[in-house]
């Protein structure tokens, strides 16, 4: 079995990130960089549905160079190669990431495609189904389970208000939630084996596409600081307040 | 999330700008070795560290062990992270790959030492104890029998001791009384005797424990030159390593501690049935020999308890004192002033200031010492080998007695911070006092380590690996004695620095005049050497890291004292780089004259202590 999945090396979400001077952009240096969390249940369970099944797990990543530090740790944990589409990704949207990550698995050809259903920094939640929706793949998104037998994948998803369970036909996308597994820790032989693994890199150019974005970021602004409170002397004049100064009664 | 218990930014500024680990990746035992896999071997032992081990920590400490029919149970969750620990390869980090060691570096190996026992320091006697023993299984026993058994010691199936104590041989180790004897037509010995105080002496953990035992042949000499090393296991095992019968070890007893209460530190006697069987490591006689060879790695070790656990201690003082709020600012004469944050106030930050001081010190001087470590076994020049070699036979005593009172004064000064809270179960950092207390007693306590620096390494060569250290230090403040900005922290180490080296001389005299009042000053004067090679170091680190806010500042356009102390509380990397500059400053100014007045202290000659009748 052919599985493919994806890590986006992502600033750690616990850091505090601040705009820069002229509100362009986000200031990250010094911040530590870490693989996307929800990618991580994706690489867990692509190496599970390999310990299941056999066959080769292709880790993909979209970045700078540096992202290779993110595919090198999902080679520990347990995947076989590598592939780094070098962009910047300051200059690319949703729709961007799809078209190249589309690209390489036309490539690739998998029988199933593990993803995070969103990425920690942006949470867009796009690609996966941008992905599916390009390639005419069927897609289950949010999974927390994940069952694959005779070409077909049994996925269970979180939904608004519950669960639902799909039945999608391979070759598909699956996108992972964070109750689907526990992901494992690489271990020191696996960090040492997966040095010898090949990480390919690839240009958008390679791939043969051309990146028009469709969403442009203007600038950042922080939400306006909260106004102080006040304490009112009775409940009357809580009411009071709240009908005709905040209007919300 | 227990972010309390590790401060990557400062290791990775030891590892890879104060020191330059990189460069022990020219050597051959670690080719093609590059920091995009250091970087990932780091995430990983802080996410192993702070997900599966601090969780235990408190837990543990309450729960302790027991003794039940003849067999120690230490905390059932330890059962879980051994494994993990083993099969993440965590144990051997730095051994042999050919025996299951992970062949890296051995300043990684310290950093995980570090991360790993401020997260669980009881937990961690089991692996360190086994990785201990079985690098003597390595280097001194017979291929047959060290291949049979270290690699099961590396990858976390058996775990190992040293049985070295009893009861009237403690730091007298000498007079051991433990007996073997060779049983005929085999290639085992019987073995006799009590050990009490064996860390990691028995539990529940593994299939089996190996004991190193120093044990006498019969007819041997007494004191340390007749003691020979015995490997003794829980449960006997055949030529392919399968378990058979229990042997004749009895755990007799468990102690109930201070600290390290998951620790199970055993009474242990052997051959209670005449029937207890062991195998010789090595040659007869050089027991202690071999134990020695194995002994700076011990007393880093100890040095490290006491950077991490202080380290933990300093980090949740200062989590708590940015959130406690007491009092009006000081210099506010409203009384209708409101009430700040108690790290506003300024005997607050002076005690935090030190916390943090001593903390960056000690991880300062063990990541040096660990880079010395590796650069004696693994540097192509054996000259180089044989320098690095000496320095960390120099340093070692320092690092390890140094590191281990600094350390424990720096979880007294936390609990300070802390209020009463600070004394109080719940909040934590008063088990990290009471879990450190014992590094300055095992392993040599503090006491022999002064002597150690007096009595041995002072005179190593002759004076001579003293006098390279004093050429090292010397260069380095010549180097930098017209610094821009470090200037006066150059001077103040250069004083220090005179000091001690003024009073090393003195004590040939002294130690002709009055040999036991200059025993007196092997304390005070391991003390101050501390003072002065920390102190090189925070100042060191700071003329590192003095360009690099520098170009921050110069970056985001920062030219007036305002706009730079804004850069500095906007930018991580500029505070960073700011902190170890101050953190210098402070040394330099309130802890680095420690060292002049010791050295006055020893000169005075006073042995009252001597003559007093107690």
């Known amino acids: ?249 | 999330m227990a972010d309390h218990i590790v401060n990557k930014r400062d290791i990775e500024f030891v590892l890879y700008e104060l020191n330059d680990l990189l460069a022990l990746t020219k050597h051959e035992k670690y080719e093609g070795m590059t920091r995009e896999d250091f970087d990932i071997i780091t995430d990983e032992a802080i996410k192993l560290c702070k997900e599966k081990l601090a969780p235990l920590n408190q837990a543990a400490d309450a729960e302790g062990c027991r003794l039940e029919d003849g067999q120690v149970y230490v905390p059932e969750s330890f059962k879980q992270a051994y494994a993990d620990y083993g099969a993440g390869g965590w144990i051997a980090m730095s051994h042999n790959p050919d025996l299951g060691g992970m062949g890296l570096p051995v300043p990684l190996a310290i950093m995980m030492a570090e991360i790993s026992i401020g997260a669980c320091g009881s937990f961690m006697f089991y692996p360190g104890l086994t990785v201990a023993a079985g690098h003597l299984v390595e280097n001194f026993a017979n291929a047959e029998l060290r291949d049979l058994v270290v690699p099961k010691m590396y990858s976390g199936e058996w775990t190992g001791t040293m049985c070295l104590t009893e009861p009237q041989a403690g730091t007298a180790v000498g007079d051991v009384a433990t007996t073997a004897v060779a049983i005929e037509g085999t290639n085992e010995y019987k073995i006799k005797g009590n050990k009490i105080f064996i860390s990691a002496g028995d539990h529940q953990l593994t299939d089996n424990v190996l004991h190193l035992v120093l044990a006498r042949l019969p007819g041997d000499p007494p004191g340390t030159k007749g003691i020979s090393l015995f490997l003794v296991p829980k449960y006997r095992f055949d030529g392919t390593g399968k378990l058979g019968e229990r042997n004749d070890v009895t755990i007799t007893g468990i102690e109930h501690k201070m600290g390290i209460n998951a620790s199970s530190t055993c009474s242990l006697s052997f051959g209670d049935q005449d029937d207890c069987r062991g195998y010789l490591i090595g040659k007869p006689r050089k027991g202690i020999v071999y134990m020695f060879q194995m002994m700076n790695e011990a007393r880093i070790t100890c040095g490290i308890q006491g950077l991490a656990l202080g380290g933990c201690a300093y980090r949740l003082a200062l989590e708590y004192t940015k959130e406690r709020v007491q009092g009006p600012k000081m210099t506010e004469r409203d009384p209708s002033a409101p009430n700040v944050k108690i790290i506003e106030h300024p005997d607050v930050r002076r005690n935090l200031m030190l916390c943090r001081a001593y903390t960056e010190g000690m991880r300062a001087l063990l990541y040096r010492a660990a880079i010395h470590a590796d650069t004696s076994h693994t540097h192509p020049d054996p000259e180089v080998r044989e320098r690095a070699n000496d320095m960390m036979e120099l340093l070692t005593p320092i690092a390890k007695a140094w590191c281990t009172d600094i350390g424990f004064k720096v979880t007294e000064l936390a609990i300070q911070l802390h209020g009463g809270y600070g004394y109080i179960k719940e909040y934590a950092v008063e088990q990290y006092m009471r879990d450190v207390k014992i590094a300055s007693i095992y392993e040599g306590t503090n006491g022999i380590q002064a002597l150690d620096l007096l009595g041995r390494k002072m005179r190593l060569k002759k004076g001579g690996v003293f006098l390279m250290w004093l050429q090292d230090i010397n260069e380095f403040l010549q180097a930098n004695a017209e610094h821009a900005t470090l200037a006066a922290e150059i001077s103040a180490i250069d004083k220090a620095k005179n000091a001690v080296a003024e009073c090393a001389f003195n004590f040939t005299m002294m130690g002709k005049a009055d040999p036991e009042a200059a025993i007196l000053g092997a304390t005070p004067f391991l003390e101050a050497f501390g003072y002065v090679e920390v102190g090189r170091l925070l100042v060191e680190s700071a003329v590192v890291a003095q360009p690099k806010l520098d170009a921050i500042f110069a970056r985001e356009g920062a030219t007036d004292d305002e706009a730079r102390r804004q850069v500095v509380i906007d930018n991580p990397e500029a505070r960073f780089y700011d902190s170890k500059i101050k953190t210098a400053r402070f040394f330099a100014a309130n802890l680095a004259p420690k060292a002049v007045f010791l050295a006055k202290t020893i000169k005075t000659g006073d042995r009252s202590a001597l003559d007093i009748v107690f």
């Open chain 1, 1 to 249: 079995m052919k599985i493919l999945t994806t890590v986006k090396r992502v600033v750690d979400p616990d850091a505090k990130v601040r705009l820069n001077s002229d509100n362009s952009g986000l200031v990250t240096e010094g911040l530590e960089a870490k693989m996307n969390a929800f990618d991580q249940y994706g690489v867990e369970e692509a190496i599970k549905l390999k310990e299941a099944h056999g066959g080769e797990v292709i880790v993909v990543s979209i970045g700078d160079s540096a992202g290779t530090k993110e595919i090198r740790t999902a080679l520990a944990m347990g995947g076989d190669r590598g592939v780094l589409v070098t962009a910047d990704m300051s200059e690319i949207d949703p729709k961007g990431v799809a078209d190249l990550l589309a690209a390489v698995i036309e490539r690739e050809a998998p029988d199933i495609v593990l993803m995070g259903k969103l990425s920690v920094d942006s949470e867009n939640n796009q690609v996966g189904q941008r992905v599916a929706a390009k390639l005419g793949w069927p897609q289950a998104t949010f999974a927390f389970t994940c069952e694959v037998a005779d070409g077909w994948a049994t996925v269970g998803r979180e939904v608004d208000g519950g669960t639902a369970n799909v039945r999608v036909k391979l070759p598909a996308i699956v996108t992972a939630d964070l109750r689907l597994n526990e992901p494992r820790y690489a271990s020191l032989p696996g960090i040492m084996k997966a040095k010898r693994k090949p990480i390919e890199e690839l240009t958008p150019d390679d791939l043969g596409v051309e990146l028009e974005p469709q969403l442009i970021i203007q600038g950042y602004s922080l939400p306006p600081a909260r106004a102080a409170g006040e304490i009112v002397d009775d409940v009357d004049s809580l009411i009071d307040r709240l009908q005709n100064t905040a209007k919300v009664l």
